[in-house]
């Protein structure tokens, strides 16, 4: 399924997509009215209200979540082995996107206290930043997509409070846990607990690697990055620390 990069949402299938795309739009328009979140008199964000709009219009298209199921995970280190698979830019921009997207909708839509869960919100922003670095690298230059996407990682709280008021007060959504559900958080946590050592020492890999990529380089910090891609075999063996791209 073709993407272009030069859209800063997905384009939504149908005879009448902009029904679908205006209803959205104005209710996180008027959520934002009521958090007292909207735009500047400059219109400096006006972009990511399309972006947000567009995002969550497409996770209701079979076709779509069909086509980003083929590299998404929950896991970082599956993010990763498939960046390192990958054969081009757009490849490893696809990977990076498309996992920030779905954090995003799910810690601002599907979760109710996203404030709760540091880790998973501070890897949105390293994806969406990693994806705005790539954005630049495929086109030689900043794009607009690509600062979308890096407001996205700056200002993540805020367009999170966006997506939670606009879950509240019009998508209604609600959910009660049963016996079988709080089983599976329980088994959860434990298994959590168990990999908290090797989700540690990669939180402190991409943190170094994204800075990295960003132009941070000395021998230093390439010497910090391998020693941690080191530590990190150690703790999982399948982790590829003999390619790391651009190092």
């Known amino acids: 399924m073709p993407f272009r990069l030069d859209t800063p949402f997905y384009p939504i299938p149908g005879p009448q ?11 996180l328009l008027k959520t934002r009215l009521k958090l007292h979140l909207e735009s500047d008199r400059a219109g400096s964000d006006e972009d990511v209200n399309a972006y947000l709009a567009g995002l969550l219009v497409s996770y209701i298209d ?3 979540l069909t086509a980003v199921s083929q590299v998404l995970s929950r896991h970082e280190v599956d993010v990763f082995h498939a960046v390192c698979g990958a054969r081009e830019n757009y490849q490893v921009y696809w990977i990076y996107k498309v996992n920030a997207d779905d954090e995003l909708v799910h810690l601002g839509v599907f979760d109710s206290r996203w404030q709760n869960e540091q880790a998973r919100l501070h890897r949105m922003k390293r994806y969406y930043t990693f994806a705005s670095d790539y954005q630049r690298r495929i086109y030689g230059k900043p794009t607009a997509v690509g600062e979308i996407e890096q407001k996205l990682s700056d200002q993540s709280e805020r367009y999170l409070a966006i997506l939670t008021g ?5 998508l209604h959504m609600a959910k009660t846990l049963g ?5 599976e958080i329980e088994e959860g946590l434990a298994r959590f ?5 090797r989700r540690t020492k990669m939180d402190e890999f991409l943190d170094a690697y994204a800075k ?13 990055i391998l020693s941690l891609a080191e530590e990190l075999k150690g703790l999982d063996p399948s982790f590829p620390k003999e390619r790391l ?3």
């Not at 016996?179 to 089983?183: D, I």
């Open 179 to 183: 016996g079988q559900e709080l089983l």
């Open 245 to 247: 791209p651009g190092l």
């Open 166 to 170: 606009a879950r509240n007060d019009y």
């Open 17 to 27: 997509p902009e029904a679908a795309f205006g209803a959205v739009l104005e209710i």
């Open 62 to 64: 079979p076709r779509y």
């Open 193 to 197: 607990e168990q990999e908290l050592p």
């Open 212 to 224: 990295w990529l960003s132009g941070e380089k000395s021998p230093e910090a390439r010497t910090r």
